[in-house]
Each structure stands twice: as C-alpha cells, then as structure tokens.
C-alpha cells in the first residue's frame, strides 16, 4: 500500500509532481520541493540515489526560474 506521499505545485489534483511511496520498500526524504520541482533521496537496500521530478510551466517566467534553479542545483551536487 502507498501510505506516504509528497507533492508540490498541485491544484485541485491539477499540475504539480506527485509522489507515493510504501515505506516498508523504500525510505524517502524529502530535500527540497517547490511549485515545479521535488528533489528526495531514496533509500533501498543500503543503496541511495536522489530523485528530481520535474514539472515545467509553459509560462516563460517561471520557466526561467526553474533552469536558474537547476544550474545551481547542479552545481551544487557537481561539487559536493
């Protein structure tokens, strides 16, 4: 059963990211999540991974702010 989720940027079950998880498979942390990205470390088995869901508005500014977002957040992890 997926008893735990997350979401972001969501209306009226509208847009948004949308994530379900049953946490007797996985572990699931939430690192960061706005209207048009939800970035989680997954945990399975002793192994981690991180996890980017993206929803990318057709409107122009918000678009510009998601890949402004995205080119710190790789540089970030590029240098971490």
Known sequence: ALEQSST???????E?????WDPNEVEVE??????Q??????????K????FA???SP????WRQLWEYLIKLGDKIRFS
Do not use: P
């Open 30 to 35: 939430v690192i960061s999540k706005n209207r």
């Open 59 to 62: 409107d122009n500014l918000l």
């Open 48 to 51: 981690e991974w991180l996890f």
């Open 37 to 46: 990205i939800l970035d989680v470390v997954i945990k399975h088995n002793k």
């Open 8 to 14: 972001c940027g969501s209306s009226r079950f509208l």
């Open 16 to 20: 948004g990211i949308w994530l379900f």
């Open 54 to 56: 993206v929803y990318a």
